[in-house]
Structures are given as structure tokens and as C-alpha cells.
């Protein structure tokens, strides 16, 4: 859990985020790359631990969301893999 905490703190005050992180320093970046490999690694092990398969779970969240939220079925954009478009 530490491990989302410190990648909340990145983003704490940073406010709205352009994608690619133009205004960012390519330190910066590196250091949100770590700590997004450090959440993604805990996750795929507390999946692994819990008995869930993730991919799995991950699909069904996705459709589960296209029922609940149909109008961001309208939004989302597969050249980025984004719910968003631009």
C-alpha cells in the first residue's frame, strides 16, 4: 500500500497532467516510472497471492464500466488506450 502512496505524492500537486509530460523534467520521469513499476510489480503479486487473475478481472471491469458508463464507450480512444480523446 506504501507503494500507491508514493505515487499519489507525485501527482499531489501537480494538478491536471498533459499527456507525455511535456512540462516535466526527464528526472521526474524516470522517478514516476519506478514508482509506477513499483505499484504495477505489488499488484501482479498481491493478485498472485489473492488467487485472482488480473487480466481477468481487469476485462471484466472494463465491461462492466461500458454497461454503467456507456458514453465513454463513445470516448474512448484506441490509438492511445485511453478513455479520453486526443
Do not use: M
Not at 512540462?23 to 505489488?42: A, F, I, N, Q, T
Not at 488480473?54 to 471491469?61: C, E, P, V
Amino acid at each position: 500500500v506504501g507503494e500507491v502512496g508514493e505515487l499519489s505524492e507525485i501527482f499531489q500537486w501537480k494538478g491536471e497532467v498533459p499527456k507525455g509530460l511535456p512540462d516535466w523534467k526527464e528526472e521526474e520521469k524516470v522517478h514516476l516510472g519506478e514508482e509506477l513499476s513499483d505499484v504495477l510489480l505489488y499488484l501482479v503479486r498481491l493478485s498472485d497471492i489473492c488467487g485472482i487473475d488480473l487480466g481477468k478481472a481487469a476485462l471484466r471491469k472494463v465491461e462492466l464500466n461500458a454497461v454503467k458508463y456507456p458514453a465513454s464507450k463513445k470516448n474512448f480512444n484506441t490509438s492511445n488506450g485511453t478513455g479520453h480523446t486526443g
